[in-house]
């Protein structure tokens, strides 16, 4: 449990001890499979005609289906600051006879900034491995993508208490074969899987708890230095009305939403929500 004052106390330290503490804040859409074309373009419109300002240290990011990639990035890069696209995912080799897939390199040929990876529909229905996501995210970085990489506990462990040990594992098997200069130019999302579309978000203190436990397993590996830098986003059911709370935890750095980011005036909200 981390107390307001436990916050606040956890700021101030910061300061104190000269720690930058502008690490970047990413409100993060993650449309997953929905939306025509059309419907894409319209949301697109429709969130972009707000013109929200994102600040030096902000970033907004688009993650859409592969065929609308090349629509969303001319739309959203063309007069806005601080706006990506990010594909949903990509696959763990090279290149060669995969039918269907995509790889890194045909993101990066599309000038496609951000990947999602690890996400826990991938880990559950296409049975994708610690191990390959580690394949993903050694291509990404070769690329200049950058990976937001997805951890998070199912219910059963949360109920068994053991989260943080799952969590941490995710992160090992996957993201500490990275040397501290490729690993600090990483996102990660600690989604719990129990709160994700189900409505049931994790409270505020569950958030910050379990984002301060993953900066110090991150701290404990390369340094306190380097896991400052690395934005930790919480996904799970974030709307425009627990945004503002969530985001102010000094740990959670900005969202990764799905069913809020297919309502232009939610994650307009959202957007607005970044400290
Ligand atoms: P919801 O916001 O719909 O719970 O989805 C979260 C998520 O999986 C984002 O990647």
Redesign the pocket.
């Given at each position: 449990m981390v107390s307001h004052e436990g916050i606040v106390t956890s700021k101030t330290n910061l300061i104190n001890k000269g720690i930058k503490t502008m690490r970047k804040q990413i409100a993060a859409a993650?449309w997953k499979m929905n939306l025509t074309y059309q419907e894409g373009e319209k949301l697109l419109d429709e969130i972009l005609s707000a013109a929200v300002h994102m600040a030096d240290h902000q970033h907004t990011v688009f993650a859409v289906p592969y065929p609308y990639l090349l629509m969303t990035r001319s739309e959203v890069e063309e007069d806005n600051t601080n706006y990506y696209v990010a594909a949903q995912n990509c696959h763990h080799k090279k290149s060669g006879a995969y039918t269907g897939e995509v790889s890194v390199g045909m993101l990066h040929s599309m000038n496609i900034k951000y990947c999602v990876i690890g996400?826990s529909e991938r880990r559950e229905y296409f049975a994708e491995t610690n191990a390959m996501l580690a394949e993903k995210v050694d291509l990404c970085l070769e690329s200049y993508i950058t990976p937001i990489f997805?951890c998070g506990e199912p219910l059963s462990v949360r109920e068994a208490g053991t989260q943080n040990e799952f969590v941490a594992a995710q992160l090992k098997e996957s993201l500490f074969h990275l040397p501290a200069e490729k690993i600090e130019t990483l996102v990660i999302a600690y989604?719990p899987i129990w709160?994700?579309?189900?409505g049931k978000t994790a409270s505020t203190e569950q958030a910050q708890e379990m984002h301060q436990y993953l900066r110090s397993v991150l701290a404990d590996q390369y340094g306190q230095e380097v896991a400052n830098k690395i934005p930790i986003l919480y996904?799970?059911?974030?709307k425009a009305a627990n945004a503002p709370e969530l985001f102010r935890s000094p740990d959670v750095d900005g969202g990764?939403?799905?069913?809020?980011s297919l309502v232009a005036s939610e994650f307009i909200a959202i957007m607005k929500a970044l400290k």
């Amino acid at each position: 449990m981390v107390s307001h004052e436990g916050i606040v106390t956890s700021k101030t330290n910061l300061i104190n001890k000269g720690i930058k503490t502008m690490r970047k804040q990413i409100a993060a859409a993650n449309w997953k499979m929905n939306l025509t074309y059309q419907e894409g373009e319209k949301l697109l419109d429709e969130i972009l005609s707000a013109a929200v300002h994102m600040a030096d240290h902000q970033h907004t990011v688009f993650a859409v289906p592969y065929p609308y990639l090349l629509m969303t990035r001319s739309e959203v890069e063309e007069d806005n600051t601080n706006y990506y696209v990010a594909a949903q995912n990509c696959h763990h080799k090279k290149s060669g006879a995969y039918t269907g897939e995509v790889s890194v390199g045909m993101l990066h040929s599309m000038n496609i900034k951000y990947c999602v990876i690890g996400h826990s529909e991938r880990r559950e229905y296409f049975a994708e491995t610690n191990a390959m996501l580690a394949e993903k995210v050694d291509l990404c970085l070769e690329s200049y993508i950058t990976p937001i990489f997805c951890c998070g506990e199912p219910l059963s462990v949360r109920e068994a208490g053991t989260q943080n040990e799952f969590v941490a594992a995710q992160l090992k098997e996957s993201l500490f074969h990275l040397p501290a200069e490729k690993i600090e130019t990483l996102v990660i999302a600690y989604e719990p899987i129990w709160a994700i579309g189900t409505g049931k978000t994790a409270s505020t203190e569950q958030a910050q708890e379990m984002h301060q436990y993953l900066r110090s397993v991150l701290a404990d590996q390369y340094g306190q230095e380097v896991a400052n830098k690395i934005p930790i986003l919480y996904g799970g059911s974030v709307k425009a009305a627990n945004a503002p709370e969530l985001f102010r935890s000094p740990d959670v750095d900005g969202g990764l939403v799905g069913g809020a980011s297919l309502v232009a005036s939610e994650f307009i909200a959202i957007m607005k929500a970044l400290k």
